[in-house]
């Protein structure tokens, strides 16, 4: 099965700075995708970003971007110009060919005004 | 934009008795997904479900749990004989097809408190 490592459980930022998480994943498959959801306190599962393990070219969603480099199986969610709607729980997730996820452990996010 | 609904948003049950969990997917999808996560855990995947049938199930979803879409609109999750360890959210999700560019849509969650 595919693991999915998350190794900041918190991480805090100051309003308008850059913050970076990290994720790293495990698997033997060539072909997969991988995700970034933010969970507010409400618990609800929101998609943050999206990149497909054959583009080698990082997803970049207006201020989320990411580093995905394949060969090391590190995908980091970076976050610039942070807001005070940022804060949230952050989950990378991993989805097999199966359509089957993997999410980490999370990393709590604090936005500091 | 379409959502995925789940109802009730919270749900409070004694142990030992059956819940049903429900949820009604976004309405040309195909594909339809439980999962749970315990309290300060990470989201574990429970079943799938395609044309009627269990595609895929994790060692979560033994014998107590059974999936149904009863009414070609709804999706059930049913607990029989919850237990304290149940307690957690339960997410459900839909997809269009089989193809996983887009991932999954998830609904909002129920929160299941056993006591």
Known sequence: AQTVTQSQPEMSVQEAETVTLSC?????ESDYYLFWYKQPPSRQMILVIRQEAYKQQ?????????NFQKAAKSFSLKISDSQLGDAAMYFCAY??????????????????? | ???????????VTQMGQEVILRCVPISNHLYFYWYRQILGQKVEFLVSFYNNEISEKSEIFDDQFSVERPDGSNFTLKIRSTKLEDSAMYF??????????????????????VV
């Open chain 1, 24 to 28: 790293t994943y495990d698997t033997s």
């Open chain 1, 58 to 66: 990082n997803a970049t969603e207006n201020r989320f971007s990411v």
């Open chain 1, 95 to 113: 989805l097999d060919t199966g359509n089957q996820f993997y999410f980490g452990t999370g990393t709590s996010l604090t936005v500091i005004p």
């Open chain 2, 1 to 11: 934009e379409p959502e995925v609904t789940q109802t009730p948003s919270h749900q």
């Open chain 2, 92 to 113: 459900c999700a839909s997809k269009r097809d089989r193809g996983f560019m887009y991932g999954y849509t998830f609904g909002s969650g129920t929160r299941l408190t």
